[in-house]
């Protein structure tokens, strides 16, 4: 069984940061990408960055890019997201995810069907 851990998530003014952090353990797999989702009360879970382990290309969803910054260790299925310039609707549950899945495009990474592992979420909250 594979476990994901995430840990950083706290409580932050506007213009904040914070740096979540993600760590796989347990039973040994492939991964390769890892992402992280967020869900705000009453919405739909959301895309929010991911590194492809090929190549270790970032992507991220359009209303963080410029202020989150995903990194991590392929070999230790461990990775990061620094969130700067926090903004009050960046509020949300965040989840870190791990994909077993090979795909071509990363652009498949982007959805949360790419990924077998999930960890249980931290919370982020923003205040104005």
């Known amino acids: 069984q594979v476990q994901l851990v995430e840990s950083g998530g706290g409580l932050v003014q506007a213009g904040g940061s914070l740096r979540l952090s993600c760590a796989a353990s347990?039973?040994?797999?492939?991964?390769?990408?890892m992402g992280w989702f967020r869900q705000a009360p009453e919405k739909e879970r959301e895309f929010v960055a991911t590194i492809n382990w090929r190549g270790g290309a970032t992507y991220y969803a359009d209303f963080v890019k410029g202020r989150f910054t995903a990194s991590g260790d392929s070999a230790k299925n461990t990775v990061y997201l620094q969130m700067n310039s926090l903004k009050p609707e960046d509020t949300a549950v965040y989840y870190c995810?791990?994909?077993?899945?090979?795909?071509?495009?990363?652009?498949?990474?982007?959805?949360?069907?790419?990924?077998?592992?999930w960890g249980q979420g931290t919370q982020v909250t923003v205040s104005s």
């Open positions: 347990g039973r040994t797999f492939t991964s390769y990408a």
């Open positions: 995810a791990a994909s077993a899945k090979y795909f071509l495009s990363s652009y498949y990474y982007r959805n949360d069907y790419a990924y077998d592992y």
